[in-house]
């Protein structure tokens, strides 16, 4: 195995923790913070291809990919807060309203 | 010893991610994911993109999570969430994940990829990084600040949505 497909092999990994994360964990904080990790996940394959094809196009896609990051995350904690002040939980079972 | 680096670095991150499946309390899962942040900053380092490695550092580690964090302490609310790890669909997601899992190993293993490249001195350096980026992409920096801008009045707007509701 080259270093390359450790790489990989590692984001699909990260990747892959995360989504069973969001799947699987009840507290809405846990569940961000996995989606956090499948995108730590994409970005390290980001990397690693553009590393590979030493491009600096990669390299500013992937800053623009952090801002992004940091722009979503100061949406998604208020909404949590806001979700969290309504019902006085962070359980993810607690928000099922809309389920028929 | 950069090949052991390399791997101490990606079981690290590893670890981290794994953790963050098992423990029970929100500040413990930040801790774990800032771990698994960090390994990866180390693996950037050392691929030789020192730019990517410090922006990992600077706006995940002390941005982003450091936002969670204080989010986290802000809501201790005692309730199932903190006690009662896992929602109902523990074994469909183990599931989901172990044929996810080795659909990406077979097409990992089977491509032709090329062995790891030497670190590119030239182009993730910041010097021709920064004049790429403000040269080139001018326009896309600019739209990243339209983008963080809303972002600020969005948060603003939720926070007085909720303060209407309330009083």
Known sequence: MNNTQLLLSLSTVLFCLGLVGVIVRRNLLVMLMCMELMLNGVILSLVTLSQQAASTTGAVLVFLVFVVAAAEIAIAVPIVLLLARRKHTLDADAFSDLKG | ?167
């Open chain 2, 1 to 167: 010893m950069e090949q052991a680096l390399l791997w101490f670095f990606a079981l690290a991150a590893l670890a981290g991610g794994a953790l963050m499946l098992v423990l029970r309390h929100p500040m413990r899962v930040a801790l774990a994911l800032i771990a698994s942040m960090l390994s990866l900053a180390g693996i950037y380092a050392m691929l030789g993109v020192h730019v990517i490695a410090v922006f990992q550092v600077l706006i995940y580690v002390g941005a982003v999570m450091v936002f969670m964090v204080y989010a986290i302490m802000l809501l201790d609310v005692r309730d199932p969430s903190f006690t009662r790890r896992y929602a109902g669909y523990l074994l469909p997601g183990i599931a989901g994940l172990a044929v996810l899992a080795w659909t990406f190993f077979h097409a990992i293993g089977n491509s032709q990829l090329e062995a790891g490249t030497p670190p590119a001195t030239t182009a993730f350096d910041v010097q021709p990084f920064s004049a790429a980026f403000l040269n080139e992409f001018w326009l896309y920096f600019e739209l990243t600040s339209v983008l963080l801008l809303a972002a600020v009045v969005a948060a603003i707007a939720i926070l007085k949505a909720r303060r209407g509701n309330h009083e």
